[in-house]
C-alpha cells in the first residue's frame, strides 16, 4: 500500500496537485473498512476477531503513515521538487 500511496503522492506533487487530497481521500477509506472489520468482529467467533484484529493493526500502521506523510508534504514538496 504505503509503496503505491506514495508513488501517488509523489506525483500530486511533481504535478501541482493536492497531495493532501490523496492521503485525505485514502484516510477515509480506511476508516471506512474499519468500521467494517470493528462489526464484524463484534459479531464474530475467535477466529473472525483475530483475522479482524490483524486487519485492523494494518490499518492503523497505515492511518499513522498518512499521519506522518501529511505532516512533512512541506518537506517531501521541497525534496521531490529540487
Do not use: N, P
Not at 499513522?64 to 506523510?69: G, I, K, N, S, Y
Amino acid at each position: 500500500l504505503q509503496s503505491t500511496l506514495y508513488t501517488k503522492v509523489v506525483l500530486a506533487l511533481l504535478t501541482h496537485r493536492d497531495a493532501a487530497d490523496i492521503l485525505d481521500t485514502q484516510r477515509s477509506e480506511h476508516l471506512r473498512s474499519m468500521r467494517i472489520l470493528t462489526d464484524r468482529k463484534r459479531k464474530g467467533d475467535l477466529a473472525d476477531q483475530l483475522i479482524c484484529d490483524h486487519a485492523l493493526f494494518h490499518l492503523e500502521a497505515d492511518l499513522r503513515w498518512l499521519e506522518l506523510t501529511a505532516a512533512r508534504l512541506d518537506k517531501l514538496r521541497e525534496a521531490v521538487t529540487r
